[in-house]
């Protein structure tokens, strides 16, 4: 079966965390962070994707984002693959540089926006990368300097976040801060970032106490929000064609993926896609098959048709440890 489907309607707003594959490096030095940022950014102004808060550690990056028209899929599409070429280029690597899928999770915004925004700042302060609070205001690869305006921004909609913590710029400003020295002694792991049900309900120990009382409650993976906040959630996911990675994004995506599977074993797609058996072809479309079909949902047939083999070889792939 595919992993469960993406929830991406335009105009959501998500929890986007990204991981380099095997916990290895996304930037290796300021011009790697540089370039990952401006990227975030120009696509961000170009494809209408208002970005709140950011956070990009060596390892693994944290965006808080209201999806734009076309939907999330396609700006992460655009920006991973992109960065990763670059990257590949300029390091002299091959292959995948994140893991398979980045983790997304529909947030709600009444509930979550402040802590989500200083879990995310603070990422930095708490991986040592600097050492106190106000350390972090000029630390150049977060959001929180952009809010402090000691980093200037034109792609992060910093008054955005600032109006959740007063109507006058300074005050909330101020405000913003304190929260963030307040949220510092707090650890919201599980809270914002768990299992589905445990994040749902604010923690492990709000879902122990529901238990004990004997209520019943609504979670899921890709959610964070209250019971009912995830029943509103999915219900309009039911009745919408658009709330899933379309075909289009998910034939592009699995091209991206051929394209650097094929650089990281040092052969062509043309050379994939003939048919022949030698090297390490076969293991390879293999490797390609299953990411395809159990990843991406696209069908045997058209798996097929992208790996130059039949029906029935990839059926044998799938089968196959």
């Not at 150049?140 to 909609?157: L, N, S, T």
């Not at 120990?205 to 906040?229: P, T, W």
């Not at 219900?235 to 991206?256: I, L, S, Y």
Request: hydrophobic share 40%.
């Amino acid at each position: 079966m595919p992993r469960g489907a993406r929830l991406d309607a335009p105009g959501t707003l998500h929890h986007v965390i990204i991981r380099g594959i095997e916990r290895g490096s996304i930037v290796r030095d300021e011009k790697d962070c540089k370039m990952f940022t401006d990227r975030m950014g120009m696509l961000a102004k170009a494809s209408g994707t208002s970005i709140y808060a950011y956070a990009l550690m060596t390892n693994h990056a944290h965006i808080l984002l209201k999806s734009g028209p076309n939907g999330l899929a396609t700006y992460m599409r655009r920006l991973l693959t992109g960065y990763a070429q670059y990257f590949n280029r300029r390091h002299k690597r091959a292959g995948h540089l994140f893991q398979n899928r980045y983790k997304s999770i529909i947030c709600e915004e009444e509930s979550y926006f402040d802590k989500l925004v200083a879990y995310i700042h603070l990422n930095p302060l708490r991986a040592g990368l600097v050492g106190t609070l106000e350390e972090l205001a000029s630390y150049p690869w977060c959001g929180h300097g952009v809010v402090m305006k000691e980093i200037r921004c034109d792609w992060m909609d910093d008054a955005y976040v600032l109006q959740f913590f007063g109507s006058r710029e300074g005050a909330a400003r101020k405000a913003y801060y304190e929260y963030l020295e307040e949220e510092m002694g707090i650890d919201r792991e599980n809270e914002l970032s768990g299992g589905g049900l445990i994040r749902s309900q604010g923690g492990w120990a709000k879902v122990q106490s529901m238990r004990r009382h004997g209520d019943k409650a609504l979670g899921d993976e890709r959610i964070l929000g209250g019971g009912d906040f995830v029943r509103e959630v999915l219900k309009e996911a039911e009745g919408r064609k658009d709330v899933v990675m379309p075909e289009t994004e998910r034939m592009a995506t699995f091209n991206d993926a051929i394209e650097l599977a094929c650089d990281a074993a040092g052969v062509t797609a043309v050379f994939l896609q003939s048919g022949s058996r030698s090297g390490v072809l076969p293991g390879l479309r293999k490797q390609l098959a299953k990411k395809a079909v159990k990843e991406y949902g696209i069908s045997i047939a058209e798996t097929a048709r992208q790996l130059g083999v039949t029906a029935n070889a990839v059926s044998y792939m799938l089968k196959s440890q």
